[in-house]
Each structure stands twice: as C-alpha cells, then as structure tokens.
C-alpha cells in the first residue's frame, strides 16, 4: 500500500462547482496532515493545514477521518484560477518533518 | 510576506560534475530541508537539518549529497559527482517548528 495515496485524476469540473477530493494514508500513528497546492513546473504551495476536528478557510474545507485514514478536501464555488494539482501530504509520526507526499490530483476548471 | 528564495533557477551540468544548489529561508525559520521532484512524479524528501546538523535523510540521500549552513544564512545541497538520473526539481523547504513548511520555488537541475 503506498504511504499517501490521492485519486487519480484530473477532474474536470465547470466554474462555480463544487469539487471534493479524497485522500489515504497508511500509517495509522501520522499525526499531522496538510493540502498543497503545486501549479505547473512551481513549488508546492501549504494550502491548509488538516486538524481532527476538520477546518474551514473560505471556499476550502478539509476533513480528516483518522479512524479511516482518510483525509479530503472540499472546494465550493470553483474558480479558474483554482485549476492546479492538489497535493495530500503528511508528516512521519514522530513529526520530524520529513514530508510524504502524494502523487497529486489535477482539477482543471473550465469557463 | 517573507519567501524562501532559491538560487540558480536552472542548472545545466554534465555527468560527473559537482553542483550546489543554494536556498536563503525565512529569517526566523529553525529547521530546512531539501526535496526533490522528478518530472511527472511526486515530490520526494532528500534531507532535513536542524541546529547544525542533520536530522534525517532518506536512502535518496547518500554520499553523493551534503547539506551545510555556511554562513548562517544561506542553505546549500551538494552533489559531488551529477549523474543522469539527478536531472530533477529540487526544492529548499523552511519552517519554524516541524510543523507547516513553506518551499522556495525551485532549482531545475539537468545533467546531461
């Protein structure tokens, strides 16, 4: 089973919908989890921090289900400029900071 | 708002060929790190360094790399000796705690 594992994508959806993507991840003792966002050939960019109680940050929602090791992230009211690959990323469970990162989920958002 | 700033942006070297890749973090961060992409693969961890030293390293990470901190500024990654397949992005990444990390916007290596 890979570490952190993200829906395949890309997801094409039209502005203004809303969007949800899901995440695994297989260590059940990770304690910190986190939503990147990486534009084309750019650094990963922190979009969220992901805590157990989920939490909010505009149109951006994040859920964490640790029972499940399952993390999501919801997009409401999608805008162009949201296309970008989300990256579902975690820390080692000693929170080191060693990052593990997922392969990514492309959202392309279209007129 | 404080960034982490990377030079070069591109790096062209041949085979064999020692590079240092330089990263400049946010004034108060503590802890950094190197990362690296692949084209079309997901971001790898190379090394972090924390208080002068290394905290830890993957099995990317071998003797052909090093970390220092010259100048209490500056943070670099050596390769001693470039091969093909370390043709990839290599992200410096900064944060105050080893909580939420911010990336600098990367080095593109080629090794021809």
């Known amino acids: 089973r890979k570490e952190v594992e993200q829906d395949p994508g890309p997801f094409n959806v039209p502005e203004g919908a809303t969007v949800a993507f899901n995440c695994t991840y297989s260590?059940?003792?990770?304690?910190?989890f986190f939503w990147y966002r990486q534009d084309c050939r750019k650094e990963p960019k922190l979009l969220m921090s992901?805590?157990?109680s989920g939490n909010e940050d505009g149109r951006f929602t994040a859920q964490l289900n640790r029972a499940s090791q399952y993390i999501s992230l919801l997009i409401r009211d999608s805008k162009l400029s949201d296309s970008a690959t989300y990256l579902c990323?975690?820390?080692?469970?000693?929170?080191?900071?060693?990052?593990?990162f997922g392969q990514g989920t492309t959202l392309q958002v279209k007129p | 708002e404080p960034e982490v700033t990377q030079t070069p942006s591109h790096q062209v070297t041949q085979m064999g060929q020692e590079v240092i890749l330089r990263c400049v973090p946010i004034?108060?961060?503590?802890?950094f790190y190197w990362y690296r992409q692949i084209l079309g693969q997901k971001v790898e961890f190379l090394v972090s360094?924390?208080?002068?030293?290394?905290?830890?390293k993957s099995e990317i990470f071998d003797d052909q790399f090093s970390v220092e901190r010259p100048d209490g500024s500056n943070f670099t990654l050596k390769i001693r000796s470039t091969k093909l397949e370390d043709s990839a992005m290599y992200f410096c990444?900064?944060?105050?705690?080893?909580?939420?990390?911010?990336f600098g916007p990367g080095t593109r290596l080629t090794v021809t």
């Open positions: 990444a900064t944060s105050f705690s080893t909580y939420e990390q911010y």
């Open positions: 260590n059940s003792a990770s304690q910190s």
């Open positions: 992901v805590y157990s």
């Open positions: 990323v975690v820390n080692t469970p000693e929170n080191t900071g060693k990052l593990i």
């Open positions: 004034s108060n961060h503590l802890y």
């Open positions: 360094f924390y208080n002068n030293e290394i905290s830890e």
